[in-house]
C-alpha cells in the first residue's frame, strides 16, 4: 500500500490503498492514522493509552512511524530546539516515534504473545502455587514518565500450564502501553488468568513512577503498590498468606 503521498504535499488524490482500507470508497483522508481511528470509531472500539489496538495496525507501523516523525518534529519545532544544526537533535523526532511504536507503548501496537498451554491433567498433575516475578516498564498515562516495578504474579495452577517466561512476556505487553497502575494491575490479572484458565491468580506491583520523582512533587523512592487478589487468593487467607509469604521470599532473593 502507498501512502508516500501524504508526504509530498500533493492533496486531492483520489482511490487509494488507504481509502480501501476503510472499506469506504467515499471517504478520503490523508493520513494512516486518521484512516485508523474512521475505523475504530465506526466499530465502537474503545482506543484509550491503555487499550491494544493491534487488530487495526497490521502492516500499517512504518506508515504510523513515518507520520509521527512529522508530528514529533512540529513538537521540537514549536520548543525552538535546533533540529537542523544541532548534531543530538538531528533524527530525534524519528527516534522518538519508533521509540513510542516499538518500545514505550509497543503494547498497544503488537498482539498478544503467543502463549503455548500445555495440559495439566497428567498423573503429575502439579496442583501447587506459581508466584513468578515480573520487572516492568511502563509509562503513566497522564505524563507519558516511566514507571518502573516488578511485578508478582501468583496462580494455582488450572487446566493448562504455559512456560515460564510466558507470565512476564504477558505481563510486560500489558505495561508497554499508557498505563495506570491500578489498570496494569486488573490487565495482568485478566490476561493471565485467560492464557492458563486458572481462576486462582494473583498479581502484587510495586512501582516507581516518573511523574512523581522528575516533575510535581519530585519525590524520590516513592513506591506505589497494587494487589489483584481472584477466586482462593482472594477467598481463603491461608492461600493469600502463602502467596505474600512467596512474595517476601523473592525480595530476599531479588531485592529491589
Ligand atoms: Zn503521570
Known sequence: MVYNKMYDGHNGYHESGLDAMAG???????????????????DGKRFWAGDN?????????????????????????????DRETDPNSQGTARRLAKMYFNELMAGRYDPTPNATAFPNDTDGKYEGMLVVRSE????????HQPVSGVAYIGIIAGPKLIGLSKYTRIAQWCARRGTLQEELCMDIAREIEF????????????????CC??????AHSSLTQTT?????????PATKKEFFDNVKLQQEFAPR
Not at 492464557?195 to 516518573?210: E, F, K, L, M, R
Open 228 to 236: 489483584v487478589l481472584k477466586g482462593a487468593f482472594k477467598d481463603d
Open 136 to 143: 516492568l516498564k511502563s509509562v503513566c498515562s497522564h505524563h
Open 24 to 42: 469506504d470508497g467515499g471517504y478520503e483522508l490523508a493520513k494512516a492514522s486518521d484512516h485508523i481511528r474512521f475505523k475504530m470509531r465506526r
Open 53 to 81: 489496538i493491534s487488530e487495526y495496525i497490521q502492516d500499517h507501523k512504518e506508515d504510523l512511524i513515518n507520520e509521527a516523525t512529522e508530528a514529533f518534529e512540529q513538537v521540537l519545532d514549536t520548543l525552538l530546539i
Open 213 to 218: 520523582e522528575n516533575r510535581g512533587i519530585m
Open 195 to 210: 492464557a492458563t484458565a486458572s481462576g486462582d491468580v494473583a498479581v502484587y506491583i510495586q512501582a516507581t513512577h516518573g
